[in-house]
């Protein structure tokens, strides 16, 4: 019963929450919302999204050895795939200004009393499990094309990659596999996590509504992916510090856009 709750709502029904048309203009709409958010609340901000930048530094330098080198473009482009669970307590953040209620950056652990905290979390580990897969396809490209040995060195791994018919094979087949990851988990969170803590629906029905609302907008959820990855690189030059203001500033935004994607109930 606990299993089934957790995939379905309160009342063991799978509502289906209607889906909005959204506009191109509805995403600026909602990137200049969570700007407005993060000046607003900058310093719970900070204390919150610190620890991503941070991650990303150590992550890079346990993958800075030569075994590791392969990862490491995986492991930064991957890092995007569960962004949308990372942000959550952002999501708590502009839930509750949004209402007038008065916030403190301690408000975006209340997440944590959420009656649909095991769905959040369901549908988390579902984005780990496509960020997972993506670094095993990601490993095993390259063992498949380079062979189980290592590159020696970082010049050997550039040189490898940049001039040798297997090193662009590499690279055109990586990015191909790279989209076909971003889109699942674009579509799997552009909404769920943020409808989750809206409403109890359960996870089965967050996943769908956010599937059905990026089919219902093609064009407008493949922009905000092209935004959310430009801004992603940008903020990971250099070292991962602009990530301090582009994570929490996505992360407003995404609930905004959650806003606009989502008829209320």
Not at 222 to 244: K, N, T, Y
Request: glycine share 8%; proline share 6%; net charge neutral.
């Amino acid at each position: 019963m606990t299993a089934f709750h957790i995939l379905a709502d309160a009342q063991g029904a799978v509502p289906k929450p209607k889906v909005n048309r959204i506009a191109l203009g509805d995403l600026a709409d909602a990137l200049r919302a969570g700007i407005e958010d993060f000046v607003a609340m900058p310093s719970h901000i900070i204390f919150i999204v610190i620890m991503y930048p941070l991650i990303g530094v150590v992550l890079a330098a346990w993958t800075s050895t030569a075994s590791a080198l392969p990862l490491i473009f995986p492991l930064a482009s991957g890092f995007a795939l569960i962004g949308p669970f990372a942000a959550i307590g952002l999501y708590e953040i502009s839930r509750r200004r949004e209402v007038g209620i008065v916030t403190r950056w301690q408000d975006a652990l209340e997440v944590r009393k959420s009656p649909a905290l095991p769905a959040i979390a369901w549908v988390g580990a579902v984005m780990v499990a496509i960020f997972i897969a993506w670094m095993l396809v990601a490993q095993g490209l390259y063992v498949w094309l380079f062979g189980p040995v290592p590159p020696g060195s970082i010049t050997e791994f550039a040189t490898n990659v940049f001039y040798t018919s297997e090193g662009w094979t590499l690279i055109v087949l990586g990015n191909l596999a790279g989209f076909v990851f971003a889109v699942a988990a674009l579509c799997t969170g552009i909404v769920s996590f943020p409808l989750l803590l809206d409403r109890d629906v359960g996870a089965w029905a967050a996943i769908s509504t956010s599937w059905r609302a990026a089919a219902a907008n093609p064009v407008e959820v493949a922009a905000w992916g092209l935004v959310v990855a430009a801004l992603l690189v940008i903020g990971s030059i250099p070292v991962f510090a602009g990530l301090i203001i582009v994570l929490p500033v996505l992360g407003h935004a995404t609930w905004h856009l959650y806003r606009k994607l989502v008829a209320p109930e």
